[in-house]
């Protein structure tokens, strides 16, 4: 049997916004769960400290660079990883974009840009996804969403709407390929996650920190595989973390 054919029987999982934190821990959850894990952002060569460590470890990770926001690098993508890897069976959609500006501020282009990377590209991403997964009848399609994606706040009218638009996208295909035995969920983060930014710029970041007031990537990812790991007859379309302190 060659090594291309036992790739293809083997779990695939990618994740689309593989960043240095949630999209990094959510592939390092995959790959030790014993799936061929494909991690995909604008610059992959950015992943090569995560590929190593999954490999030094003896999983089987692998980078690709992808702009989301483009139709052609996304379906090039899909193809290539179904036809070398092997088939999907998780999709991970964990492109954020949240750019705080008041609205008096708020160029369309930049508006344009931020839908573009929380929106628009989650319909691209989710799209190949179904495309792929509805020809089998099984998969697992997870986008990552934030306060953001349940309430508008001054200063993010356009990650607002981005976000909300992403959840809606996630809404109408979890009751289209549920019925098809697609487990569509949307991962809704209420609180600071501890990632390199919080840490340089939130002023309470220490006191949150040494209370377990922020949310750290390696446990939120948990949720992530606990979500593909669901009977079919109990299926969450929606989850919200957030720490036990975090006001709600």
Not at 24 to 35: N, W
Request: aromatic content about 8%.
């Amino acid at each position: 049997m060659s090594q291309q054919t036992k790739d293809q029987q083997a779990k695939v999982a990618l994740v689309m916004g593989a960043g240095d934190a949630i999209g990094a821990a959510i592939s390092r959850q995959f790959a030790r769960a014993g799936f061929i894990t494909c991690m995909a952002r604008r610059n992959g060569d950015q992943l090569a400290s995560v590929v190593e460590e999954l490999m030094a470890e003896g999983h089987d990770a692998r980078a690709f660079s992808c702009d989301a926001r483009n139709e052609e690098q996304v379906e090039q993508l899909f193809a290539e990883i179904e036809a070398n890897i092997g088939e999907l069976e998780v999709v991970v959609f964990n492109i954020g974009a949240n750019v705080p500006m008041s609205i008096l501020s708020t160029s369309s282009r930049k508006f344009m840009k931020i839908w573009e990377m929380a929106c628009f590209s989650g319909f691209l991403t989710g799209r190949e996804a179904a495309r792929v997964m509805t020809k089998r009848k099984r998969g697992t399609i997870l986008f990552t969403g934030a306060t953001a994606s349940v309430r508008g706040a001054a200063g993010f009218g356009a990650f607002a709407s981005a976000k909300h638009g992403l959840r809606a996208l996630a809404q109408s295909m979890a009751r289209e390929l549920g019925p098809q035995n697609i487990h569509v969920a949307h991962v809704i983060i209420d609180a600071a996650v501890d990632t390199q930014w919080i840490r340089d710029n939130h002023p309470k970041y220490s006191e949150l920190k040494d209370k377990d007031g922020v949310v750290v990537p390696d446990d939120l990812a948990k949720n992530y595989l606990m979500l593909h790991e669901q009977p079919r007859n109990s299926w969450t379309f929606e989850l919200d973390i957030r720490p036990w302190a975090e006001k709600w």
